[in-house]
């Protein structure tokens, strides 16, 4: 293998995105061959590399496997490595990596279950959750209460929210019974919250809100609560196809 710049060796590692590791570089915290990284320089197989003082495996040594996760997330688990406040967070259950870290697609809040995607290719973490590619993410949501003609063309057409206009890209009607309603909504950013939001800019209460895809990655059916499930080698060579090429 030959050599390649120092920012994306580490993202490929997983230590971040390569933005975040020309960051480090430029902090001082990486060391190629026991001096001072500078931004721009190229590592090869033989080279020594540190991460904020600590020698680490070279990359290009190993073999190069990335590792995709799909994770059923509880209501009631954070989505952060640690939290005093919080006695279980999403990383928890997740299987020990000889090197780098399980890289979060994406967030769920605390009252939100569903699908979450873990992977130790930071790049390709990083492009799935950037704006400009406008992933989708599906959500099933249960609303309490009726819901106007009106309101559902608002949700589609667009509506003002505090942080700027937003709206679904699709909205279906799963079903219900009394005043309580499923839909199927779809839209392609992430922002906070964003989902119960736009309901409530309606006046419309969300009762359970699970996420069920996360572009083209959908959550299995018999994926329980808390547990995961990897995707085979063909399944990661695919994606990385689809997404990095």
């Known amino acids: 293998m030959g050599r390649e710049r120092l920012q ?3 993202s490929q590692a997983g230590f971040g995105s390569r ?3 020309e960051r480090w570089i430029e902090a001082g915290l990486i060391h190629l061959n026991g001096a001072l990284a500078k931004l721009g320089e190229s590592a090869g197989p033989d080279d020594k590399i540190s ?10 040594n190993l073999a190069s496997q990335t590792r995709i996760l799909l994770y059923h997330k509880p209501i009631g688990e954070i989505c952060s490595r ?27 809040d605390l009252n939100t279950s569903g699908l979450l995607v873990f992977t130790n290719h930071g790049e390709l973490a990083n492009r799935l959750m ?8 599906e959500y099933a949501v249960r609303v309490h209460g009726q819901v106007s003609s009106d309101a559902l063309t608002a949700l589609l057409a ?3 929210l505090e942080d700027g206009p937003a709206k679904f890209k699709r909205l279906l009607f799963r079903g219900g019974e009394g005043t309580n309603s499923w839909y199927h909504v779809v839209l392609t950013e992430g922002r906070n919250r964003e989902v119960r939001r736009l309901w409530k800019s309606q006046g419309v209460e ?3 809100l699970i996420r069920i895809r996360y572009g083209d990655f959908h959550m299995p059916r018999s994926l329980a609560r808390g547990k995961h499930v990897e995707l085979s080698p063909e399944e990661v060579a ?3 196809r689809s997404l990095l090429t």
Request: with cysteine.
């Open 51 to 60: 991460v904020k003082g600590q020698m680490i495996p070279n990359p290009l």
């Open 206 to 208: 969300v009762s359970r």
């Open 19 to 21: 933005r975040e590791m």
């Open 158 to 160: 667009g509506v003002e």
């Open 130 to 137: 950037h704006p400009r590619y406008g992933i989708e993410r």
């Open 82 to 108: 640690h939290d005093a406040a919080f006695s279980q967070t999403v990383f928890d259950r997740l299987p020990r990596l000889k090197q780098g870290r399980w890289v979060q697609v994406g967030r769920l």
């Open 8 to 10: 994306k060796i580490l």
């Open 238 to 240: 695919k994606c990385l």
